[in-house]
């Protein structure tokens, strides 16, 4: 079944440094993939997604994600930090079920951004 | 347009009490679902529903109930709590379940439970 391990429960970087967050899948049929933001106290924001065509996405607030199939990954990358970056990012695979499918979540990745 | 809704924000619970947690969207999506979030889990799939009348079992189902009675919304129930239950809930919706629609996620829902 498809799901996804993000590397790293707690990032920490200082402001104007580059953002890396990584994911990788584990999907035997070509996956549908997203990252999704949360900021405190709140829901969950899509900032990006993988569906099929160009493996470079391009999101929200700056945000971009390669999918890598021989890397079997799906790592988030911005060029420069901002301190209001600091979240915590939540990698996600869509998994087909016996009716439907699903969206299944990474454990999650709080950034830090330091001054 | 108010999108994802959920209410209440926050509650807490004795062991043993039953609550319904309320889940209602505006953007006439088909698919709604209901998530637990707990530190160093990520989000866990409880419930979802594919329309009106048909629900179905996540990942995490046990000691939750759902029904759809209505396309807007989507109730989780909790008959019995217990302190197992203490997380952040989170209602989410889509037009459909399709692959390449992202989901529109609530504000949640913090539950404890004594």
């Known amino acids: 079944a498809q799901s996804v391990t993000q590397l790293g429960s707690h990032v920490s970087v200082s402001e104007g440094a580059l953002v890396l967050l990584r994911c990788n899948y584990s999907?035997?049929?070509?996956?549908?993939l997203f990252w999704y933001v949360q900021y405190p106290n709140q829901g969950l924001q899509l900032l990006l997604k993988?569906?099929?065509?160009?493996?470079l996405v391009k999101g929200i607030n700056g945000f971009e994600a390669e999918f890598k199939k021989s890397e079997t990954s799906f790592h988030l990358t911005k060029p420069s930090a901002h301190m209001s970056d600091a979240a915590e990012y939540f990698c996600?695979?869509?998994?087909?079920?016996?009716?439907?499918?699903?969206?299944?979540f990474g454990s999650g990745t709080r950034l830090l951004v330091r001054p | 347009n108010a999108g994802v809704t959920q209410t209440p924000k926050f509650q807490v619970l004795k062991t043993g009490q039953s609550m319904t947690l309320q889940c209602a969207q505006d953007?006439?999506?088909?698919?709604m679902s209901w998530y637990r979030q707990d530190p160093g889990m990520g989000l866990r799939l409880i419930h979802y529903?594919?329309?009106?009348?048909?629900?179905d079992q996540g990942e995490v189902p046990n000691g939750y109930n759902v029904s759809r009675s209505t396309t807007e919304d989507f109730p989780l129930r909790l008959l019995s709590a217990a302190p197992s239950q203490t997380s952040v809930y989170f209602c989410?919706?889509?037009?459909?379940?399709?692959?390449?629609?992202?989901?529109?996620f609530g504000s949640g829902t913090r539950l404890t439970v004594v």
């Open positions: 999907s035997s049929v070509p996956p549908y």
């Open positions: 993988y569906t099929t065509g160009a493996t």
């Open positions: 953007m006439n999506h088909e698919y």
């Open positions: 996600a695979v869509i998994r087909r079920g016996d009716s439907s499918y699903k969206l299944i």
């Open positions: 529903s594919v329309g009106a009348g048909i629900t």
């Open positions: 989410a919706s889509s037009y459909s379940s399709s692959r390449t629609h992202g989901y529109t």
